[in-house]
T-cell receptor
Framework: QKEVEQNSGPLSVPEGAIASLNCTYS??????FFWYRQYSGKSPELIMF????GDKEDGRFTAQLNKASQYVSLLIRDSQPSDSATYLC?????????FGAGTRLTVKP | GAVVSQHPSWVICKSGTSVKIECRSL??????MFWYRQFPKQSLMLMAT?????????EQGVEKDKFLINHASLTLSTLTVTSAHPEDSSFYIC?????????????FGPGTRLLVL
């Protein structure tokens, strides 16, 4: 079992819709959780982090964490074509950050 | 957010030569930096963990004698690809670990695209 799992996609949503990206992790002791966005040909860029159970909102982005279910998600409201990218989930536990393989999101105009 | 730079941003070299890539944390100190490699349309692959003042820790399958890592200071790590071959052509990305209290975040550099002819 991979330590951090994401659906590779591609996930395709129409412009203006909500995109929902999901991630599960295996290490129950994980403490902090991150979402990175990677445009094609570029390096990953940190967009959100969450440490506590529940929701954390930042503009059009909402990160949701459920430690009991070992599940973290990223919602993107009012999706724009410029949101089209690969989204990487990362989980930190025991001083070691592990990345998922990423979900490719395409927002169609 | 924190800033991590890489130099050069791209490099073309002949087979058999060595290439050095620098990774700097510009506005914070990073006792730990990471080196990744990414081939087109593939996931990030962690190559090694670079620790300031000590030897790097390499992932399984990564040759330490081919990919030399030096973490000379709290803001600089270098990756040297020795005797580069065309199959080493890839996108090399570093990241730096930033500690704020007991919370840790990784910030990525912009990457270095290497083409070996």
């Amino acid at each position: 079992q991979k330590e951090v799992e994401q659906n590779s996609g591609p996930l395709s949503v129409p412009e203006g819709a909500i995109a929902s990206l999901n991630c599960t992790y295996s290490d129950r002791g994980s403490q902090s959780f991150f979402w990175y966005r990677q445009y094609s040909g570029k390096s990953p860029e940190l967009i959100m982090f969450i440490y506590s159970n529940g929701d954390k909102e930042d503009g059009r982005f909402t990160a949701q964490l459920n430690k009991a279910s070992q599940y973290v998600s990223l919602l993107i409201r009012d999706s724009q074509p410029s949101d089209s990218a690969t989204y990487l989930c990362a989980v930190n536990g025991n001083n070691d950050m592990r990345f998922g393989a990423g979900t490719r999101l395409t927002v169609k105009p | 957010g924190a800033v991590v730079s890489q130099h050069p941003s791209w490099v073309i070299c002949k087979s058999g030569t060595s290439v050095k890539i620098e990774c700097r944390s510009l506005d914070f100190q990073a006792t730990t930096m990471f080196w990744y490699r990414q081939f087109p349309k593939q996931s990030l692959m962690l190559m090694a963990t670079s620790n300031e003042g000590s030897k790097a820790t390499y992932e399984q399958g990564v040759e330490k004698d081919k990919f030399l890592i030096n973490h000379a200071s709290l803001t600089l790590s270098t990756l040297t690809v020795t005797s580069a071959h065309p199959e080493d052509s890839s996108f090399y990305i570093c990241s730096a670990r930033r500690l704020a209290g007991n919370q840790e975040t990784q910030y990525f550099g912009p990457g270095t695209r290497l083409l070996v002819l």
